[in-house]
């Protein structure tokens, strides 16, 4: 999901959740030894994915830093609005360390953050701190979700479609409402 824009339509959260489900059956059947300690092997599942997010997001970040040159040069057409970049480097240079975190989180977002961060020239160093806070919270906190609330509520398993159905709109419920927000302002705004 993090890296290019090949993954946006993943359920990042979902899947990190089933993985936390099944995290001892992932880590004894992927690694040649058996660690014998549940903890163990969260920790081992979660730095493993973390580590993939990481490089997934940087990878992300030096592409938007290595085309943003080129959008910053263009001109505006129908799909493109150089304005939206200037927007986009104001907020960045604000709370872009609270953006790379909290887009984690919020699907879609996390896929496109790391690139807008790379476009508009985010300090990389600020960046890659930010980068690996953030993808450590994210995943500790849906892997750790699942393990433990499987552990409490073992018939978890047998509901793996509906979770991943409820995890997506839970997940998606906050853009939802943004966007019927912002419709009803544009309204209300063209109104008066």
């Given at each position: 999901?993090?890296g290019l824009?090949?993954?946006?339509?993943?359920?990042?959260?979902?899947?990190?959740f089933?993985a936390?489900?099944y995290?001892?059956?992932?880590?004894?059947?992927?690694?040649?030894?058996?660690?014998?300690?549940?903890?163990?092997?969260?920790f081992?599942?979660?730095?493993?994915?973390?580590?993939?997010?990481?490089?997934?997001?940087?990878?992300?970040?030096?592409?938007?830093?290595k085309?943003?040159?080129?959008?910053?040069e263009?001109?505006?057409?129908?799909?493109?609005?150089?304005?939206?970049?200037?927007?986009?480097?104001?907020?960045y240079?604000?709370?872009?360390?609270?953006?790379?975190?909290?887009a984690?989180?919020?699907?879609?977002?996390?896929?496109?953050?790391?690139i807008?961060?790379?476009?508009?020239?985010?300090?990389?160093?600020?960046?890659?701190?930010y980068?690996?806070?953030?993808?450590?919270?994210?995943?500790i906190?849906?892997?750790?979700a699942g393990?433990?609330?499987?552990?409490?509520?073992?018939?978890?398993?047998?509901?793996?479609?509906?979770?991943?159905?409820?995890?997506v709109l839970?997940?998606?419920?906050?853009?939802?409402?943004?966007?019927?927000?912002?419709?009803?302002?544009?309204?209300?705004?063209?109104?008066?």
């Open positions: 999901e993090t824009f090949a993954g946006f339509f993943l359920p990042g959260d979902s899947l990190l089933v936390g489900i995290s001892d059956d992932l880590v004894n059947n992927a690694l040649p030894f058996q660690s014998g300690s549940t903890i163990i092997n969260l081992i599942l979660g730095t493993l994915i973390a580590l993939a997010g990481i490089v997934g997001n940087t990878v992300g970040y030096w592409f938007g830093r085309s943003g040159p080129f959008l910053f263009r001109k505006d057409s129908l799909l493109f609005k150089k304005k939206y970049l200037y927007q986009a480097k104001d907020f240079d604000k709370n872009g360390g609270f953006a790379v975190i909290v984690r989180f919020v699907p879609f977002i996390r896929t496109f953050a790391p807008v961060a790379g476009i508009v020239e985010m300090d990389k160093k600020k960046y890659f701190f980068n690996v806070v953030g993808c450590f919270a994210w995943v906190t849906m892997v750790c393990y433990f609330l499987n552990k409490a509520f073992p018939i978890l398993q047998t509901k793996l479609e509906l979770i991943v159905i409820v995890i839970v997940s998606t419920l906050p853009i939802i409402y943004k966007m019927i927000q912002a419709k009803r302002e544009k309204k209300k705004n063209a109104g008066n």
